[in-house]
């Protein structure tokens, strides 16, 4: 039973690893649904759609051209009261049975959705560092000085599937950073640019893992 | 000497007519933004609820139906929007809902239904902030929903609420309607997915229901 279990799972890794790039983005697509969660129930238009999601998607889709991303607010509409900031499950738990819930896994596999990420995260920041001092006069004027401001983006994204109502992967992304503005006559701001980084490693590693899944369930049949 | 003066009164006019052109210009922006905005249409897709196996009468009371969010630049017609979104929520709750008419009453007559579920009241508040950082536009929407029997005995009142606020960043909302009505949408819609949360787990409703089921048996 356990060598049946291995040799599928290396057969699965020998069909993802030996297709060639532009063969995996000519396989079939790969139906996928993306929803921030937890979504912060202060923010409630963040739900709706976010840079952070727009972010992922693009990089999803560049990693795996196969995958087919339908946004979150049209599988907030679908599930439409359940998965609402103010409504939506507070725990892992109460998020798979909610997926259990047979409308619930009706309304997304009929759009031919077969796995669901869930990504949360954001960006904390420290207290600025530093000082800048800025003056003018006699038809002159500049700044001088240097602060700095240290930034982590932790962001990290479930992968539900659909068909067994159950988290199959878990990736995760931190990125630290600091922003920096040097000053000499002119403050010359320099971003950390942190989230755009989180967001790329965490959406190539969203894409391997959707990929792999893929196959291995194509491998299974 | 003539011409001089001439001169002079082109230049002084040139101001006013300016000035006149700004303000006709400045009305006219006024104006299209003061209109009454429509509200995005609800989703396709039908709310998800256990419907209930009964028959109800669906009514609009006029403080639902004709609420406004309104200030002196924009003015949005909630109650209209609220109707049309409560009108799917309540198909799907029940196997039947039909609009029961204003007049006569439907306390007031056999509606042969078995129960009669009234949206009361919808109110909406907005207070418009500014772009300066520490002064956020607020949007307030509330619903008042009963269900009674069809003899006028009450079963269940909610009252469901939604808040949002968002500060504007500078030159964010030229036109305030592209800030002010996405936040009107999702109060409503937060507002009612409350209210359908609520309802599909109240001890009250499943009672009702469980009593429509019993009734159905006996006959």
Known sequence: ?221 | MRWIESERLASARLPRLLKQWACAALVTLALTACGTVPLEPSPEAAPIFRQLDARVGVVYASPARTAVLSNPLIRIEVGQASVARFERVFTSMFTQAVALPDWPPWRERSTGLDGVIVLEQTDAELVLGDDGGRNPDVVRIAYRVCLYESGGAEIRCWNPAARHSHQRHPLECLDMRSCIMPQTEICMREAIARFMVEAETDPALKAWSARIARRGVSR
């Open chain 1, 1 to 221: 039973m356990m060598g049946v279990g291995i040799a599928r799972t290396l057969v699965a890794a020998s069909l993802f690893l030996g297709t060639p790039l532009h063969a995996q983005a000519d396989a079939a697509a790969i139906a996928v649904g993306i929803v921030g969660w937890p979504a912060d129930p202060s923010d409630a238009m963040h739900a709706m759609g976010s840079d952070m999601e727009a972010c992922l998607v693009a990089r999803i889709v560049e990693a795996a051209p196969e995958i087919v991303v339908t946004r979150q607010r049209t599988i907030r509409d679908a599930l439409f009261p359940l998965l609402e900031p103010a409504t939506q499950p507070a725990t892992e738990e109460a998020f798979a049975v909610l997926l259990a819930r047979e409308e619930v896994r009706g309304r997304l596999v009929q759009r031919g959705l077969h796995y669901l990420i869930a990504f949360s995260g954001g960006t904390l920041k420290d207290k600025p560092g530093g000082g800048i001092l800025c003056g003018g006069g006699f038809g002159a004027g500049g700044c001088l000085g240097f602060s700095w401001q240290g930034e982590t983006t932790a962001l990290d994204a479930a992968l539900w599937s659909l068909d067994a109502g159950v988290r199959i992967r878990h990736e995760d992304a931190r990125v630290e950073g600091m922003f920096v503005m040097p000053a000499f006559i002119l403050p010359v701001p320099i971003p950390a640019r942190t989230k755009a980084q989180a967001c790329h490693e965490l959406g190539g590693k969203i894409a391997r893992a959707i990929r792999q899944t893929a196959a291995e369930h194509a491998a299974n049949r």
